[in-house]
């Protein structure tokens, strides 16, 4: 009941300081993501669609790959809801689509659209996803955390079961094993989220699950180079004596570790480095890869591109 309560007066708060924010400004702010055959005159109807309804366009990002004829955009504008209602921008943007066969075309406006709802799968380790729970906390994350996954337990006075207590997020332990990696039980657990994140989780989701879910997950892992596979990767690169080191997240597929990337991070280390410093820069690097990952994908910048890459705004 208290975590209940925690959660509820949370989303009171946000829902009080958008009503603030609105209350000083009639206009809200607006994303526009559209991918079409490329064709004359594209972001001359799109800025005249907003336009039109005295929206203002603030920035705009156009991509046309030089071996394909394929347009991608994003754009940003502001807009008074009261003159273009929200329903109503929909269908307009829609109607753009219909006219350009676009294969792709979403809008989103942050301050009356709700927020994505996500789990957190995570490990042994916690540094992801202590980071991912406090920019949450301090609403750098444009997200609501429905439920924490973990194939292994937390002591109940930890700071991360504290923190999930405080503030209502439930954790669920599912421990796995050889045969048995829980993911009907996780299937069921995430049925109501919007896209998944892989804070440093340690299993490999197979197709069935991939399908199964059908959405979006996102991943994070360490980037050092030369590749140091198994047990200990810092350690391992530590001795190496590596110069420098890197995280990359990415969407997961069916192939591990091989998904369309969506951020990726690099610092250089040195001699001066001893194993205390070389893992810390390191965690340091997931976490923020991670985070920016989750950020640029919850503002509509990420697009998929071709079969393998992304279009990152």
């Not at 959660?7 to 000083?24: D, I, M």
Request: aromatic share 8%.
């Amino acid at each position: 009941m208290v975590g209940a309560q925690a959660r509820v007066s949370s989303s009171l708060r946000r829902a009080a300081a958008r009503a603030f924010s609105s209350s000083t400004s009639p206009f809200f702010r607006g994303i526009h993501v559209f991918q079409c055959p490329d064709v004359v005159g594209i972001v001359a109807k799109l800025s005249e669609c907003i336009a039109s309804k005295g929206g203002n366009i603030h920035c705009v990002d156009v991509f046309v790959p030089e071996n394909k004829r394929i347009f991608y955009s994003r754009s940003e504008f502001s807009f008074d809801p009261s003159h273009w209602p929200r329903h109503v921008l929909e269908s307009d943007f829609q109607k753009l689509a219909k006219h350009f066969g676009a294969e792709r075309s979403i809008v989103r406006v942050p301050d009356l659209d709700l927020r994505y709802k996500i789990a957190v799968l995570a490990s042994k380790q916690d540094h992801c996803l202590v980071d991912l729970l406090h920019r949450w906390q301090d609403q750098r994350l444009p997200v609501d955390i429905n439920c924490i996954i973990s194939n292994h337990p937390r002591a109940p006075n930890t700071h991360v079961i504290r923190f999930l207590e405080r503030h209502g997020i439930p954790f669920h332990c599912l421990p796995t094993g050889p045969g048995k990696k829980r993911e009907e039980e996780i299937l069921e657990l995430v049925e109501d989220t919007d896209f998944l994140v892989l804070a440093r989780y340690m299993q490999i989701l197979s197709g069935g699950f991939l399908q199964a879910y059908g959405k979006d997950i996102i991943n994070i892992h360490h980037g050092l180079l030369p590749s140091f596979k198994g047990g200990n990767p810092s350690r391992q690169a530590f001795e190496a004596g590596v110069k420098l080191i890197g995280a990359t997240s990415h969407f997961v597929t069916e192939e591990l570790d091989a998904g369309p990337i969506i951020e990726q991070m690099v610092e250089r280390v040195s001699h001066k480095d001893n194993l205390t410093s070389f893992v810390m820069k390191s965690e340091n690097l997931e976490k923020q890869c991670l985070s920016q990952a989750i950020k640029s994908y919850c503002e509509l910048r990420v697009i998929p591109y071709e079969s393998r890459k992304t279009v990152v705004f």
